[in-house]
């Protein structure tokens, strides 16, 4: 149990901050990070799969892809826009904001429709910007077989915005 | 709106990617998450260290093992050593004082040891020599007893509030290491012997005031390969009984390992049973004794499959008077379920296959994972419509049971559950239907006389009659809620065909 519970913490102290902007990034909202980064590690905390994960950030980082996509699905109301805490957002104007984060609402939504490894594949790739090399070390796939998953995924997210494009 | 090329797409991950968190938004959730961590990790410890286990097993927190270190330890001094610091006490009388201690303790009429750890941990145990009792609560509500007279245990679950029965076995290691509250002085005597081997022990004496009584403290340190162990005992000069230990343990490079403080206390009377403790009267009773289980079967060979049921997520078992031809709730837990003895979960870790071979949420083999609690994360949700999951036991068995919990968190009603074996992974020949509540054969594999059920902790157990089989299939359409399917865990009960 102390080796679990310095194992969690470390975890906390290294990858906690990627972890809380990552959930920033796929949901959009500063108001819900703190309580899905809680949640995240209370899953982790009472993970079996965690104890046996080979790379324990590489697992969290795959829970978090998951959870935050949980987190959209559960959403029925319309996303709401980019909190004054985005600020690659501070220049615009208030109508620029709101097309700019329904249009990121929408990407976000037509990837969540992907399936798992799609889906985390392409946030690894386009939202935190990881090479192949680096994501197939992680997914333990060949980086090939990345970049193949991200092509598919490419033309998945064409035709499910296409059908949305509203 | 611009096209929607890959450029596009591009575009709008870059966005996405450009969204930061103040650093101190990002600083204090980091903190409200670790403390929330460090909460659970607690709440966690605290269980782990379940009352029965601990006491009973551990050789460091048990009754009087401050008492039982200095015999030990001073006979351990006596055989490797033949002499202790200078400074320290007369070896004779520590031996012939503590000797005194320990038969004092024994002839209270009760006994009251309260552990406290630093990081909050407590533990209350009491213990009636003459009564040969014991019982101890957890700060979690939990109550264990161990009736040595009578030969039963009693286990309240405040989670499932219930209290199990169970036989005492004397020398049964299931049930309890040691045959009375006087064995746990002896064993630990051989226990701190065996350990102790090369001790640097140290041991002085004072006199103290604690509590308004005079105390004389007793000072140990020693030393093994592995850990230092210090403790103060407090004697009640008067009574010439323990009431006070502080112990400190290190491991080889100074790290505390463990920390505690116990305190003992001698009321004239105690717990006549658990529910002096705390426990509801109305907590249910699971009779699991030897008596009370040969009664209720006529064969002697079946036992009461043990089914560890997840926390409840709601109190009681709500009705639901939207679904017509629903089951009526038991409204008390659902009696134990014979079997012969050894059979066992044998779907756990099994291959799980399904017609939605990629969920919604969560993974397929979530379904045999053992894990049955009700929290996100926890389940499995397949789509809309008739959707099916398969279990491979990865041989022919004898089936006894099939409990299924889809999703308890809310007491929903799940359409359509229909429940088939076979020895065939194509569903063709020699397909057997345990269960089907599906009235109208809307999922068209024949209409059932089943009642629709509320999902609750319990799962829902359906009788295999021995039915020899491979795979398990399940078949659900969507519940009161949404046209979704979910699975938190299906656990076969059964045993390998010889």
Redesign the interface.
Same mark, same amino acid.
């Given at each position: 149990l102390i080796e679990r519970q310095r194992k969690i913490l470390q975890l906390l102290e290294t990858s906690g901050p990627p972890l809380h902007r990552l959930l920033g990034r796929l949901t959009q909202r500063h108001d819900v990070v703190s309580d899905l980064l809680q949640e995240l590690f209370l899953r982790l905390w009472n993970s079996e799969a965690f104890d046996k994960a080979r790379n324990p950030s590489a697992y969290a980082y795959r829970a978090a892809i998951n959870l935050a996509f949980e987190w959209r699905r559960k959403q029925q109301t319309a996303c709401q826009a980019l909190e004054q805490n985005c600020r690659s957002m501070n220049n615009s104007s208030a109508l620029e904001k709101m097309i700019q984060a329904e249009e990121l609402q929408q990407v976000l939504n037509a990837t969540s429709r992907l399936n798992n490894l799609a889906r985390d594949v392409v946030v690894m790739r386009y939202i935190e910007q990881h090479s192949y090399e680096k994501i197939g070390e992680w997914l333990g796939k060949k980086p090939q077989h990345i970049r193949s998953v991200c092509a598919k995924a490419m033309a998945q997210l064409r035709e499910f915005l296409k059908d949305n494009n509203w | 709106?611009p096209e =929607?090329?890959?450029k596009e /797409?591009?575009r709008?991950?870059?966005? =996405? &990617?450009?969204?930061?968190?103040?650093p101190e938004?990002?600083i204090?959730?980091?903190k409200?998450?670790?403390e &929330?961590?460090t909460g659970? =990790?607690s709440k966690?410890?605290a269980r782990?260290k379940k009352i029965w286990r601990t006491i009973m097993k551990s050789p460091l927190t048990k009754l009087a093992t401050a008492a039982v270190i200095v015999i030990g330890t001073m006979i351990v001094i006596h055989y490797f050593t033949g002499s202790f610091d200078g400074s320290s006490i007369a070896l004779g009388q520590v031996i012939e004082d503590v000797n005194g201690i320990i038969e004092n303790m024994k002839r209270m009429p009760w006994v009251v040891k309260t552990y406290r750890e630093p990081q909050g941990v407590t533990l209350e145990e009491w213990f009636c020599f003459e009564r040969e009792y014991w019982i101890a609560k957890t700060p979690a509500g939990a109550v264990v007893s161990y009736n040595y007279a009578e030969g039963r245990k009693y286990d309240y679950n405040p989670d499932a509030n219930s209290i199990t029965i169970a036989s005492l076995h004397k020398g049964d290691s299931s049930y309890s290491s040691f045959s009375s509250p006087r064995a746990i002085l002896e064993s630990l005597y051989e226990l701190v012997m065996n350990k102790s081997t090369k001790p640097q022990t140290k041991i002085s004496r004072e006199r103290s005031r604690y509590k308004g009584m005079d105390v004389e403290i007793l000072k140990i340190a020693f030393s093994t390969n592995e850990r230092k162990y210090r403790t103060d005992l407090f004697i009640d000069t008067k009574r010439k009984v323990l009431i006070r230990e502080l112990c400190n343990i290190t491991d080889s490079s100074g790290k505390t390992v463990l920390n505690y403080e116990e305190e003992f206390n001698y009321p004239e009377k105690g717990p006549a049973d658990i529910y002096a403790l705390g426990v509801p009267r109305t907590a249910n009773v699971i009779d699991k004794t030897d008596v009370t289980l040969a009664k209720r079967t006529e064969d002697p060979t079946l036992v009461a499959l043990d089914i560890t049921l997840p926390k409840p997520m709601f109190a009681g078992t709500p009705q639901d008077n939207r679904v017509e031809n629903l089951e009526k709730p038991l409204g008390k837990p659902r009696p134990p379920f014979l079997a012969p003895a050894g059979t066992k979960n044998v779907a756990l870790g099994k291959p799980v296959s399904s017609s939605d071979e990629?969920p /919604?949420?969560g993974?397929l083999d979530m379904i045999t994972?053992?894990?049955k609690?009700a929290p996100?994360?926890s389940y499995v949700e397949l789509g809309p419509f008739p959707q099916q999951v398969t279990i491979d036991l990865g041989a022919i068995h004898k089936i006894y049971a099939v409990v299924v919990w889809h999703y308890h968190k809310q007491p929903r009603v799940y359409f359509d559950v229909v429940v088939q074996v076979t020895d065939d992974k194509y569903f063709i020949t020699n397909v057997k239907t345990l269960f089907n509540n599906d009235i109208d054969n809307s999922a068209g594999l024949g209409a059932g006389k089943d009642l629709h059920y509320i999902e609750t902790n319990e799962g829902k157990l359906i009788d295999a009659k021995g039915v020899k089989a491979r795979y398990v299939r399940l078949y659900s359409n969507g519940n009161i809620n949404n046209d979704l399917n979910h699975y938190i865990e299906v656990e076969v009960y059964g045993k390998p065909v010889e």
């Open positions: - | 709106m =929607i090329d890959e /797409i591009e709008r991950f870059k966005a =996405i &990617s450009q969204f930061e968190l103040e938004i990002t204090r959730d980091l409200r998450t670790r &929330s961590l659970q =990790i966690q410890q782990t990629e /919604i949420i993974q994972d053992g894990d609690e996100d994360g």
